[in-house]
Every structure is written in structure tokens, then in C-alpha cells.
């Protein structure tokens, strides 16, 4: 049991690593495709307030909600594993 409690420990560590890696870097795409989005369209107006609006609609989209998968798929497939080596 104690190594499980260790592996899990190890594991969340990991995941977060990820986790927060992956949501850096998704975070840098979708502010180079705003600042691409200005550029091309030449807008007028308050650049800064275009991209932080571009960013505050990204921290609710469908996109960083599914980041967080990151943390369910290893540990869903971990519980599927265990389950049927030792119930099926």
C-alpha cells in the first residue's frame, strides 16, 4: 500500500510538471496567433487590450478545460489497470 501512496506522490508531480508545461506553452501559441491576428488586420486602437481580451476568452474556452485531461486519462487508465488485474 505504501508503495502505491508512492507512486500516486510521483505521479501527481509528474502531471503537474505536464500540466503546467502544457498550459505555458498553449498559453504562448495563443498569444502569437493574437498578436499575428493584429498585425494582419492593422487594427487601431490599444494592442495590449486586444491581447489580453484574446487571453481572458482563451481562460474560458473549451481548450484549457481539456488540459486538465492531463490529470484524468493516466489516472483513469491507472484505476482501469488495477481494477482488472484484480477483479476480472
Known amino acids: 500500500m505504501l508503495g502505491a501512496a508512492r507512486l500516486l506522490i510521483i505521479l501527481f508531480v509528474a502531471l503537474t510538471i505536464v500540466y ?16 499575428a491576428e493584429w498585425e494582419e488586420e492593422a487594427m487601431q486602437g490599444d494592442r495590449d487590450a486586444f491581447i489580453r ?9 473549451l481548450r484549457r478545460k481539456l488540459i486538465l485531461g492531463v490529470y484524468v486519462v493516466p489516472l483513469a487508465l491507472i484505476a482501469l489497470i488495477i481494477y482488472l488485474v484484480n477483479f476480472a
Do not use: P, T
Open 20 to 35: 503546467v508545461s502544457l498550459s505555458l506553452y498553449s498559453r504562448s501559441v495563443r498569444r502569437a496567433k493574437l498578436e
Open 53 to 61: 481580451q484574446g487571453l481572458a476568452e482563451y481562460d474560458g474556452s
